[in-house]
């Protein structure tokens, strides 16, 4: 099997994990992955149903988001994924979802407050807001970039919208984009209780560390999965 096929393969496996954890509605969110060492994207086509979703199905679009090979027409989120490929060089994947609990927070334009170690481990920090825009521009493209360079979360909430993540590959962001709607749900019921306090910089700083570098089988086992 080509690298293109198997890329295909496994984009469209990963769209059933948006399902299985409660990510996703009708035909709504999205997951694509760049194709290593080629100016290309493979992502999920537009308005298709996601039981019907085959690997066949998906399409490869160039870096500024224009149809390269594909039956229908790509998901209207692809000039977002584009423009994240282009700007950070170092992303291999790109979800983006309308999770209820991470959109509530988008909603109100308001970062969700690292305040449980489970944020530490993942984003390493709140997960911050990125600004209100409209498809059809690069506009989303260029506010996800702009909150996500120099930040340490994988994840951004765009406000009034909902959360785009990304990762060194396609099955890392759609991991981020389920934590996220993890723990925005646990911050959302903490706010419900009361007042939350944020951990100390220096415990978030230990725990990010020792989750992103030390955590997990370490590179001589044989699992190597967490
Ligand atoms: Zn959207």
Redo the contacts with the bound molecule.
Sequence with gaps: MSSIAALRAEVCALHSELIRWGLVTWT?GNVSARVPGEDLLIIKPSGVSYDDLTPADMVICDLEGKLVEGEHAPSS?TEAHAYVYRHMPEVGGVV?T?SPYATAWAARGEPIPCSITAMGDEFGGDIPVGPFALIGSDAIGRGIVETLQGHRSPAVLMAQ??PFTIGKNARAAVKAAVMCEDVARTMHFARQLGPVQRLPAEAVDSLYDRYQNVYGQQPTSKKGAR
Excluded: N, T, V
Aim: aromatic share 0%.
């Design positions: 709504s989120d983006h309308h919208h909902g």
